[in-house]
């Protein structure tokens, strides 16, 4: 019995829920580099600037992307097994631009950075994540 191929086609970024309700967009997405916008308003906490939280979950979420693209194009697919952020500058106001560049493309793990920057491109926050590859079910 001959295994069936695997779809080795560049998978392509769906917004989940909590990206739309972000405001997220896609401007780019390729296994080199995934970028996103994002409005600050809409995702600031009490004091008036970005959420922490929110810039965790842009960052996450196109770190992940980028490792799922790159899993795609063996077959696979990614999960997210650690991230980690350091906040350096805030912002109340404007579009942050959200890059995901790998560090490491495996082909069991991923390592990603993702910078955030705002509209005159100074670094925001700089995320750091690590996927792992797993082959796709069904």
């Given at each position: 019995m001959t295994p069936e191929p695997r779809n080795t086609e560049p998978w392509k970024i769906t917004l989940g829920e909590l990206d739309e309700k972000m405001g997220v967009k896609i401007v780019?997405?390729?296994?080199e580099r995934v970028v996103a916008t994002m409005p600050v308003e809409g995702n600031r906490q009490s004091f008036g600037l970005l959420h922490g939280g929110a810039s965790l979950a842009v960052g996450e979420a196109v770190g992940s992307w980028?490792?799922?693209?790159?899993?795609?194009?063996?077959g696979k697919t990614a999960v997210?097994?650690?991230?980690s952020a350091t906040h350096h500058k805030s912002a109340r106001e404007g579009i942050i631009t959200i890059t995901a560049t790998p560090i490491h493309?495996?082909?069991t793990v991923t390592t990603h950075e993702v910078l955030i920057t705002n509209d005159a491109g100074q670094r925001l926050c700089t995320?750091?994540?690590t996927n792992?590859?797993?082959?796709r079910k069904g």
């Open positions: 780019e997405e390729s296994v980028a490792a799922v693209i790159h899993a795609s194009t063996l997210g097994v650690d991230v493309l495996g082909g995320l750091r994540i792992l590859l797993l082959d």
